[in-house]
C-alpha cells in the first residue's frame, strides 16, 4: 500500500446498533474502490472484514477490523466495530482512535439503543459524528422518517443531510450529492443530472447545509446574510468546524444501499471532506491511571515525539497482532519504543498496515495513521507506546462493570494446569472481560458484557487448548448475628501421655462498624494473654468457612471474658479449638442470618417494554428507585439482589428483542429474607453432607 502523509489520512470507526450494516458498509467501501472485485456477504461468511472463524459462525462482528479505504489520493482507515452490546470494549476503544464516528442506523428501525450508545462513545471524546442511514433498499424504508426520528431522539444535535435517496425500497436508485447538487446512479462514479422531481428537496437541502456551515464563525456567517451563498470551500472550512463544535454538534447525513452500492461513493468523499485529518485534535493523557487529565494542544506531526496507543489486539494461530494508533510522530520498521504501562522496550520489528486479514508491510508510519505490529513481547490493548521524553499515557475509554459471571470448571487436569495462563492472554486483550480466582465462594470467575461474549472467550480457550465447563458462580452471601449471646466450650483430652484442657467463656454481638473485632477481657488472669491468643486464632478460623452455611463471617464483635487453664495440659491447640466451639456456639444462638449483594441496575429499553421490565423486577424481588421516559426510550433505576439478576442479560435481551441494554455495579450488603435463607442454608446443609459421604 502506498505510503500516506498526515494531512491525507482519515480514520473513521464505524459503530451503530447491531446489525445495520457496518460490516457490509465497509466491504462495499472496499469494492466501490476496485480494491476488492467481489462484494462479500455477512450470510456468506466472506467479508473482508469479518474474517475471524467466531464471526463467521455467528454472522456478526465481534472484533474491530481494520479496513483501510483508498480514494482519490487519501487513506481512509475504517474500523468496523461490533454493533452487538457484549463488545462494546471494542467499539469504544476504535471510537477512541479515531477521529469521527459514522454512526449507521437502519432506515427501517431508526435510532435504537445502540445507536444511542454511539453516540455516548463519541461524546466522551469530543468526536464528530457522521450518520449513515443504511439499507434505504429495504421495504418500508424511509429517509425522511429516520431524518426525524433522530431529531427527536438526539434534540441536542443539527441533522443535516449531505445526500438524498432518488427512490427508495425496491426503486432506490441513486442519491443526489448535495453539495454538487448532482445525482450518482447506482454504483456509478460519475455525476448526472438531478431528477427533475427532485430539484426543490435538493436545493432546499443545500441551503440547510449551507446555512449549518455558516455558523461556523462570524466572517462566514456575514458572508452567508449578505449573498446567501458560500463557496463549496467554505462549506467544508464551516462544516469542519461546526461537526466538531460541541455547542453547535452539527451531524452530517447520508442515504446508502450498502449491499445494493448506492451513495458510497458519495459517502466517501463525504468522509474525506467532512472528517478532520489527524493531528487537529485535543489528545487526552495524564501522568498515570489515578492523576487527572491534561489535554495536549495539535497540531501533531511526524517531527514530535512518538505517542501510540494500542486500541486492539488479535491473537491467531501465528501469533499475536497489535493495533494501534500513532498520535504523534513517525515510526519505522525496527524502531524501539517504551511501553509506558509494563514499563519495558519493545522493538517494533514487523511495521504493516492490513485490510481484514491481509498485511501490506510499512516502510513508515506517519503522525496520524493507524499501524500494526507482530510479536511484540508484552504490550496489550490499552497500552501507550512512546518514543524517550515523553511519559504521558493516552487516556483509556472507560467501561462499565461486568454484567454477567461464570465459574469455571477445567474438564482435565492438563486443562486446569493450563487455565491460569491462557485466561490470562485472553483477559489482557480484552479491558471488558475479567477472570480472578473468588476465595469468598471458592470459585474461578470469568466475568463480561453478556453471555455472548463469555462463550466466544470459552470457545478462544478451547482454541488455545484448554477445556472449560462453566456454571452459574455461587452468590458471596456473608453470615452475621442480629443479637448479643454468650457461649463456653471446654476442651479436654486425656488418652494416653500428655493431655490437652481448654476452657473459653466468650460474649459476641454484632459490630456496628460492620468489622470483625475480638476484644480481651479477662481479668485475673483466668486464662493467660498467650491462650487469649490461641483462642482469636480459633475464632479466626471459623471467620472464612462460617457457621450456618458455608459463608464468611462479617460483623461480629467478640469478647472473651473468662476462661479455665491446666497447668500441664493446657496449650495452644487446646485452646484454638475451645475458642472455635464457643464462637460457634455464640453464634447459633445470636439470631444469626445470611446477608446478599444487592446491585443497583439501571436498564434502558424502547418504552413499549417499560411495562414488561417493571413487571419482571418485582419478580426478582427488585426495588424501583425511578423510571423516566424520554423521547422513545425508558430508563429503569432499581436495586436487585445479584441472586436474582446473575441471568439478567440473557432475560432482557429476551424480553426487548435484544434491544435493552442495562448496567450494574455493587451497592451494599442486605439481610436475605428469611424464607430464602432457610433454603440457602438447607441446601448448604445437604451439600456438606454429601461431601462427607
Ligand atoms: N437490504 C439490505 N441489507 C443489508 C444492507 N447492509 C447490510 N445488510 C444486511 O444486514 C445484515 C447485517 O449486516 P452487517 O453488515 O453484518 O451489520 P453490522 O452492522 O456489521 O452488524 P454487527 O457488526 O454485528 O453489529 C446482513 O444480513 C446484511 O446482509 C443494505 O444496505 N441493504
Ligand atoms: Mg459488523
Known amino acids: 500500500?502506498?505510503?500516506?502523509?498526515?494531512?491525507?489520512?482519515?480514520?473513521?470507526?464505524?459503530?451503530?446498533?447491531?446489525?445495520?450494516?457496518?460490516?457490509?458498509?465497509?466491504?462495499?467501501?472496499?469494492?466501490?474502490?476496485?480494491?476488492?472485485?467481489?462484494?462479500?456477504?455477512?450470510?456468506?461468511?466472506?467479508?473482508?472484514?469479518?474474517?475471524?472463524?467466531?464471526?463467521?459462525?455467528?454472522?456478526?462482528?465481534?472484533?474491530?477490523?481494520?479496513?483501510?479505504?483508498?480514494?482519490?489520493?487519501?487513506?481512509?482507515?475504517?474500523?468496523?466495530?461490533?454493533?452487538?452490546?457484549?463488545?462494546?470494549?471494542?467499539?469504544?476503544?476504535?471510537?477512541?482512535?479515531?477521529?469521527?464516528?459514522?454512526?449507521?442506523?437502519?432506515?427501517?428501525?431508526?435510532?435504537?439503543?445502540?445507536?444511542?450508545?454511539?453516540?455516548?462513545?463519541?461524546?466522551?471524546?469530543?468526536?464528530?459524528?457522521?450518520?449513515?442511514?443504511n439499507k434505504m433498499d429495504r421495504e418500508n424504508a424511509n429517509f425522511s422518517n429516520v431524518l426525524g426520528m433522530l431529531r427527536t431522539r438526539f434534540p441536542g444535535y443539527t441533522f443535516v443531510p449531505v445526500t438524498l435517496p432518488i427512490g427508495s425500497q425496491a426503486d432506490l436508485k441513486g442519491v443526489v450529492d448535495v453539495l454538487s447538487q448532482q445525482a450518482y446512479l447506482g454504483a456509478g462514479k460519475d455525476g448526472s443530472e438531478i431528477p427533475a422531481n427532485m430539484a426543490d428537496a435538493a436545493e432546499e437541502a443545500r441551503m440547510a447545509l449551507i446555512e449549518a456551515a455558516a455558523e461556523a464563525d462570524d466572517a462566514l456567517l456575514e458572508k452567508y446574510l449578505e449573498t446567501l451563498e458560500l463557496s463549496d470551500e467554505e462549506v467544508q472550512q464551516g462544516l469542519l468546524a461546526v461537526t466538531r463544535n460541541p455547542e453547535k454538534h452539527v451531524v452530517p447525513v447520508f442515504a446508502t444501499s450498502s449491499t445494493h452500492s448506492i451513495g458510497i461513493l458519495p459517502l466517501l468523499r463525504g468522509i474525506t471532506m467532512f472528517v478532520p485529518a489527524p493531528g487537529h485534535h485535543k489528545l487526552q493523557v495524564q501522568a498515570d491511571e489515578e492523576s487527572d487529565i491534561e489535554f495536549l494542544e495539535g497540531p501533531f506531526t511526524d517531527s514530535g515525539p512518538v505517542i501510540a496507543y494500542v486500541f486492539h489486539s488479535y491473537t491467531d494461530k501465528y501469533g499475536t497482532l497489535t493495533y494501534f494508533r500513532l498520535f504523534s510522530g513517525t515510526i519505522k520498521p525496527n524502531d524501539t519504543l517504551r511501553n509506558l504501562n509494563a514499563g519495558h522496550e519493545e522493538r517494533m520489528g514487523s511495521l504493516m498496515t492490513v485490510r481484514g486479514d491481509t498485511q501490506f508491510p510499512l516502510e513508515v508510519l506517519h503522525a496520524g495513521d493507524i499501524g500494526v505490529v507482530a510479536k511484540l513481547r508484552g504490550t496489550y490493548t490499552g497500552h501507550t507506546l512512546a518514543s524517550k521524553g515523553f511519559d504521558k499515557l493516552v487516556v483509556r475509554p472507560r467501561f462499565s462493570m461486568p454484567v454477567y459471571a461464570v465459574a469455571l470448571h477445567p474438564r482435565t487436569q492438563s486443562d486446569s494446569a493450563k487455565m491460569g495462563g491462557v485466561l490470562s492472554d485472553i483477559t489482557r486483550t480484552d479491558p471488558t472481560l475479567h477472570w480472578r480466582q473468588d476465595p469468598a465462594i471458592k470459585q474461578t470467575i470469568l466475568e463480561g458484557m453478556g453471555s455472548t461474549h463469555i462463550d466466544v472467550a470459552i470457545k478462544r480457550a478451547e482454541r488455545m487448548g484448554v477445556g472449560l465447563d462453566t456454571s452459574t458462580p455461587r452468590v458471596p452471601y456473608q453470615e452475621t448475628i442480629t443479637r448479643q449471646a454468650s457461649a463456653s466450650y471446654r476442651h479436654k483430652k486425656q488418652t494416653g501421655g500428655a493431655g490437652q484442657f481448654g476452657e473459653v467463656h466468650l460474649r459476641i454481638e454484632p459490630h456496628p462498624d460492620g468489622i470483625f473485632e475480638f476484644v480481651d477481657e479477662i481479668v485475673g488472669g483466668a486464662i493467660s494473654a498467650a491462650f487469649v491468643q490461641s483462642t482469636e486464632k480459633g475464632v479466626r478460623q471459623v471467620l472464612e468457612s462460617g457457621v450456618i452455611a458455608g459463608y464468611p463471617v462479617t460483623a461480629v464483635r467478640v469478647a472473651v471474658y473468662d476462661g479455665k487453664m491446666h497447668p500441664v495440659d493446657s496449650k495452644d491447640i487446646a485452646f484454638q479449638i475451645a475458642g472455635r466451639g464457643a464462637f460457634r456456639e455464640a453464634f447459633q444462638q445470636a439470631g444469626p442470618v445470611l446477608l446478599e449483594p444487592i446491585m443497583t441496575v439501571r436498564v434502558v429499553v424502547p418504552e413499549e417494554n417499560m411495562g414488561d421490565i417493571m413487571g419482571d423486577m418485582n419478580t426478582r424481588r427488585g426495588r424501583v428507585l425511578g423510571m423516566e421516559t424520554e423521547a422513545g426510550r425508558s430508563v429503569v433505576t432499581a436495586e436487585v439482589p445479584l441472586a436474582e439478576i446473575q441471568r439478567y442479560s440473557n432475560d432482557l435481551r429476551s424480553m426487548t428483542g435484544g434491544r435493552g441494554v442495562f448496567t450494574m455495579e455493587f451497592s451494599r450488603y442486605e439481610r436475605v429474607p428469611a424464607n430464602i435463607q432457610q433454603e440457602i442454608v438447607a441446601n448448604a446443609q445437604k451439600e456438606k453432607q454429601e461431601e462427607e459421604e
Do not use: W
Open 1 to 133: 500500500m502506498k505510503d500516506y502523509t498526515t494531512e491525507l489520512l482519515r480514520n473513521v470507526a464505524l459503530v451503530g446498533h447491531q446489525g445495520a450494516g457496518k460490516t457490509s458498509l465497509a466491504e462495499s467501501l472496499l469494492f466501490n474502490t476496485g480494491a476488492i472485485t467481489r462484494m462479500g456477504r455477512i450470510e456468506e461468511g466472506n467479508t473482508v472484514a469479518d474474517f475471524d472463524e467466531d464471526e463467521r459462525a455467528r454472522t456478526l462482528s465481534i472484533y474491530t477490523s481494520l479496513i483501510p479505504v483508498e480514494f482519490e489520493g487519501c487513506k481512509v482507515n475504517v474500523l468496523d466495530a461490533p454493533g452487538f452490546v457484549d463488545f462494546m470494549g471494542e467499539a469504544k476503544n476504535a471510537v477512541r482512535v479515531s477521529d469521527a464516528a459514522v454512526v449507521v442506523v437502519d432506515s427501517v428501525a431508526g435510532p435504537e439503543v445502540g445507536t444511542e450508545l454511539a453516540f455516548d462513545y463519541a461524546a466522551e471524546f469530543d468526536l464528530p459524528l457522521l450518520v449513515v442511514v
